[in-house]
């Protein structure tokens, strides 16, 4: 019935995948836990390698092939029809958490269900504060906010597909980095009418990174943005979709872009430096995002403009 599907790099998952299997025991269903290791390093692989193996199939993959694409090559193991994804991080923080899918998938209520992920209520030291003040305000939505705009709420972290779906729409393999191909899947269901069901099923994010780690997996994810529009031939219903993209183009009518632009490359270095040591505020941690997103996305078509004339 259940294929639970966990991509692994650099995580100890032991704690989840003991949490998955003793759910899934106690509600009597067929089920298997597939975990999938995106080249950790060695000290993980041997931590994993033997409750994987015990509790599911073990695959460790020889050189790092990244998120979008290790997704996908799950398909080439499940057995059964509704797949389960979560991060190697997740927190299960729920005693029915396996079941609650399991009632929704027999309900037959939509082939795409996503359980939605919150942070933890404890504030942690400050060199972590970034991304946990952006996880509590931008990513922790309930439910009842996540199915306004269901695609655009779409997260990869804790989701269930059905087989038939996923061979139909599969994650972008040409984004090698971190970033942004949750937006495009979202996007993509879009296009082909699939609905998306949010339910209250969240599971805890288990693992914060620093805030200069933040910022740096920050600015791949809008390279791969950068990237995603070409993929999308700038399809205006996917920039009205994501709100940067949004706000860019509303900038960009206005022509204060090259405004943003000069501002971000003057304060960068000022605004990256209070952002690392912990003086988070969301407005300007958007402006950094704005102004690195500006700045680079002209140099691009700038790179394009000179390809053409030459």
């Not at 509704?82 to 729920?94: A, F, G, K, M, P």
């Not at 994650?171 to 979202?186: P, S, V």
């Not at 040591?277 to 691009?300: A, E, R």
Request: with cysteine; aromatic share 14%; net charge positive.
């Amino acid at each position: 019935m259940l294929s639970i599907c966990i991509p692994i790099y650099n995580i100890d998952v032991t704690g989840l995948v003991n949490a998955l299997h003793k759910q899934t025991e106690r509600i009597n269903i067929t089920f298997e836990i597939i975990c999938i290791d995106d080249c950790s390093a060695d000290l993980f692989r041997e931590k994993n390698r033997e409750v994987c193996t015990n509790y599911g199939t073990y695959i460790q993959l020889a050189q790092n092939i990244g998120r979008a694409k290790i997704r996908n090559l799950f398909l080439n193991y499940v057995k059964y029809n509704y797949l389960l994804y979560l991060d190697c991080d997740s927190v299960i923080v729920s005693n029915d958490f396996i079941k609650q899918y399991i009632d929704v998938i027999k309900e037959g209520r939509g082939s795409v269900i996503c359980g939605g992920r919150i942070y933890d209520e404890k504030k942690p030291e400050r060199q972590k504060t970034l991304q946990w003040y952006y996880g509590h305000y931008k990513e922790s939505m309930p439910v009842a906010i996540r199915q306004l705009n269901p695609n655009r709420s779409f997260m990869t972290s804790n989701f269930v597909i059905h087989r038939n779906i996923f061979d139909q729409i599969k994650f972008e393999e040409r984004l090698l980095q971190y970033g942004h191909e949750d937006t495009l899947f979202g996007f993509q269901l879009k296009k082909k009418h699939i609905p998306i069901i949010h339910v209250d099923n969240p599971i805890l994010n288990g693992e914060l990174e620093n805030n200069a780690e933040f910022i740096t997996k920050t600015e791949l994810g809008l390279g791969n943005l950068i990237n995603v529009l070409d993929y999308v031939n700038h399809d205006p219903e996917f920039i009205e979709d994501v709100s940067i993209l949004n706000f860019y183009q509303k900038c960009s009518k206005k022509h204060i872009t090259w405004i943003i632009v000069i501002i971000f490359s003057t304060f960068k270095p000022l605004l990256k430096f209070f952002l690392s040591i912990g003086f988070v505020h969301l407005l300007i941690f958007d402006f950094y995002k704005l102004g690195y997103f500006s700045k680079n996305y002209k140099k691009m078509q700038l790179g394009k403009r000179q390809m053409i004339d030459t």
